[in-house]
């Protein structure tokens, strides 16, 4: 986490001008393979360093492991609060936490705009809301996800229902880390709904704010070669 | 819309084109084979390529082997670079621990020791030894450490010895999304090694068994060709 050091302060330099949060929709561009520490990175900028609210969206796993990450890391979580869409199907028990609300998971397709109901109900499950005025940012955790659970048209829904939420809300930052070679469709969807836009490779140090990409590249996949039948050397040598 | 999976390369030449590019990102793979067939050396090319694209590999030996025991077989090869010990490559000792703790602490152990590194390449050398102190809890044991490893997002190599008239530990292969099996059989007078991917979830692998050779220069290298 030492390199997060580095990373405040372009935090800093990319989503403040003259100490004022840039609100709006980012897309931050990461290999998969980094999300982890991407996501740890960002929830220190935004808990930690600027000591803001926000809202953690968990689709890919439930939300415990990023709550001990952020607990084994130094990293409070009371200005947090978790939306776990996962753990009900992946038969983890809900723990009675106050900062973690569950929501049925994402099979269904309307489970973003719960979140948008359960953060504007009121009376009953007055309880359970979630005062969006209050927040500064949220992130979900892992956007591309959705296709493990949902048809194209209903994933495209749901990317355009949570994008459409976010813009409801005139105060909030909302990255939205992905892989551009994790799933095209998606990060074409978001790229053209994003305001922003951010490349981050932790592990080669680099941090850049990008133009809105034009050209996506397709990453190289080897494909394996047609099984061959040679024979081994008739001695020794291998 | 389905997603492209995230790969993570095996280090060892010749591997990855067997497996699409590499292993999917996460998941926890079998290393399975008897004594002298090569799964350290495997998994440490493993964890040392990862070091070299600046991830960060974390390695339990199980045997009560320190660290330097390890790296004073591997440090025999040329093409580990052994500035990222301690940094990108991170070896830990779970062996005395073994011997007392319960299932649920060594399970938290390594929890924490993953979310603490954060790393994206995880090798537990071997895991088969494990049993011998778990006995019944060893099973369950199994299916939860390899759902964790997963939910913290790393691709794991687990090693198994595998017992005379044993193909791999059935039971590691089964919580497993990939087997690998590495073998050694007499041919033609003279004593062969041998690997083959007999299981890789979401992966058009190769099948057929995959000469290999391990020399000082290049660590474990497996020749093009199927035998």
């Known amino acids: ?238 | 819309m389905a997603d492209e999976m995230e790969r993570l390369c095996s280090g060892v030449d010749g591997v990855d084109e067997l497996i699409e590019g590499g292993y999917p990102y996460p998941s926890v793979i079998l290393v399975a084979g008897p004594a002298g067939t090569g799964k350290t050396t495997f998994t440490q090319q493993f964890l040392f390529a990862g070091a070299e694209m600046g991830e960060i590999g974390l390695y339990f030996t199980t045997l009560s082997e320190p660290p330097q025991w390890v790296m004073h077989y591997m440090s025999n090869f040329k093409h580990l670079n052994k500035s990222h010990i301690g940094k990108n490559v991170i070896f830990c000792d779970i062996g005395q621990m073994l011997r007392k703790a319960s299932p649920e602490e060594i399970l938290a152990f390594i929890d924490e020791e993953v979310a603490r590194t954060m790393a994206q390449r995880v090798v537990i050398d071997p895991i088969t030894v494990i049993k011998e102190f778990l006995g019944n809890d060893y099973r369950p044991f199994l299916f939860d450490l390899v759902n964790h490893l997963k939910n913290w997002r790393a691709v794991s190599i687990l090693t198994g010895e595998v017992e005379p008239n044993q193909l791999y530990p059935s039971e590691v292969a089964y919580a497993s999304d990939g087997v690998v099996l590495l073998t050694y059989e007499e041919v033609e007078g003279a004593r062969r090694k041998y690997m083959e991917v007999l299981k890789m979830r979401g992966t058009n692998h190769r099948t057929g068994k995959q000469s290999f050779v391990i020399t000082k220069e290049d660590g474990f290298v497996v020749l093009s060709g199927t035998f």
């Not at chain 1, 990319?14 to 520490?37: D, H, I, M, W």
């Not at chain 1, 983890?92 to 109900?121: H, K, Q």
């Not at chain 1, 949220?138 to 749901?158: H, N, R």
């Not at chain 1, 105060?171 to 951010?198: G, H, K, S």
Request: hydrophobic share 40%.
């Open chain 1, 1 to 238: 986490m030492n390199e997060t050091i580095d990373i405040a302060k372009k935090f800093m330099e990319f989503f403040y001008t003259a100490n004022s949060p840039q609100k709006g929709k980012v897309l931050v561009v990461s290999k998969y393979a980094e999300r982890t520490r991407v996501n740890i990175c960002l929830l220190k900028f935004f808990l930690h360093e600027m000591k803001q609210k926000g809202i953690f969206i968990t689709i890919d796993r439930p939300h415990q492991y990023t709550a001990s990450l952020l607990t084994i890391h130094g990293i409070s979580q009371e200005n947090l609060v978790y939306i776990d869409a996962v753990s009900r199907i992946s038969g983890e028990t809900e723990a009675n936490v106050s900062n973690v609300r569950f929501i049925n998971g994402p099979y269904e397709m309307n489970f973003l705009d719960d979140i948008t109901a359960i953060s504007f109900a009121g009376g009953a499950v007055k309880t359970k809301s979630i005062d969006l005025d209050e927040m500064n940012f949220i992130l979900i955790d892992d956007i591309a996800a959705l296709t493990k659970y949902q048809e194209a048209d209903g994933v495209k829904k749901m990317i355009h229902s949570y994008i459409d939420s976010i813009e409801r809300l005139n105060n909030i930052t909302a990255p939205i880390v992905l892989d551009a070679n994790q799933n095209r469709a998606i990060y074409e969807i978001i790229m053209n709904r994003c305001d922003r836009f951010l490349f981050i490779n932790l592990s080669k140090s680099i941090f850049k704010e990008m133009n809105r990409p034009t050209h996506l590249k397709r990453k190289k996949v080897l494909m394996p070669k047609e099984t061959s039948f040679a024979k081994p050397a008739a001695t020794g040598g291998y």
